[in-house]
């Protein structure tokens, strides 16, 4: 099978010409300008993976959102389910850089991870 997949683990944004099969993986790429390409395809392929970025509201903080993100990347095809889990949920001041917020969300071994400081604001 012949896809055009691009490459987007770096601005440049390659477009690949991967010939690949559920029987034999990737069997060439062309068209990608370094070998970072080839760890991305090959998840692209057959296990593509996304850092989901969003925010959630903080209780008592000096900002009133805090910014989160995925840790690690989390299957593509649930990017809107674990979406769906985040919307709605809230946090409560100090928030640190790195803090889990939610653990393990949906059972996929990724966690939901401050990426801002929040400081407490109210006793
Ligand atoms: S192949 Fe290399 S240069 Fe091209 S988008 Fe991927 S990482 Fe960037």
């Not at 760890?39 to 969003?54: A, H, V």
């Amino acid at each position: 099978m012949n896809d055009t997949v691009i490459c987007i683990v770096c601005p440049v944004s390659c477009p690949v010409e991967v010939d690949w099969s559920e029987d034999e993986g990737i069997n060439s790429i062309q068209g990608h300008l370094c070998r970072l390409a080839h760890d991305f395809i090959q998840s692209e392929i057959f296990d593509p993976k996304r850092m989901l970025t969003t925010s959630m509201p903080v209780d008592d903080g000096d900002w009133p959102l805090v910014s989160v993100k995925s840790d690690p990347a989390i299957p593509k095809a649930m990017m809107l389910e674990v979406m769906d889990a985040v919307i709605g949920l809230r946090t409560e001041a100090p928030v640190r850089v790195g803090d889990v917020l939610i653990e393990n969300i949906l059972d996929t071994g990724c966690n939901i991870v401050a990426t801002r400081n929040v400081k407490r604001v109210k006793a």
